[in-house]
């Protein structure tokens, strides 16, 4: 992922982004799962960065609503606890301490 993180060759052997967008909006989403590659967190193209942070820090630039909020606007119904976003007691747990409730959350933490 690092190596083709930058690379647009894949967009141009697939014509533009229309089947990537057409992949996502059809292929269900998973559970939210709390981990995330090394070198999405430390190592984007050789740049010490956290692309986390950095795709948080973005959605609330632009003015992305909350996690719920984008559930409903997707026509999926509002969730009340984190423990039906994962399976993982320690994960939800620990959004649970950083959100305190879904409504809070980031949507693209969420997914």
């Known amino acids: ?6 690379d647009t060759t894949y967009l141009e052997k697939f014509d533009g982004v229309s ?12 559970k939210i799962s709390s981990k995330m590659a090394d070198d999405l967190r430390n190592d984007v193209n050789k740049i010490n960065i956290d692309l986390a942070a950095i795709n948080i820090m973005r959605g609330r630039d ?3 609503p909350g996690y719920n909020r ?7 119904s509002r969730v009340s606890d984190f423990e039906s976003l994962t399976e993982n007691e320690d994960f939800a747990e ?3 301490d950083l959100y305190e409730s879904p409504e ?4 693209w933490l969420g997914g």
């Open 1 to 6: 992922l690092r190596d083709s993180y930058f």
């Open 19 to 30: 089947e990537i967008i057409r992949g996502l909006i059809r292929t269900p989403s998973k």
């Open 62 to 64: 632009h003015g992305i």
């Open 70 to 76: 984008v559930r409903e606007y997707t026509g999926l």
């Open 94 to 96: 620990a959004l649970t």
């Open 104 to 107: 809070y959350m980031d949507a």
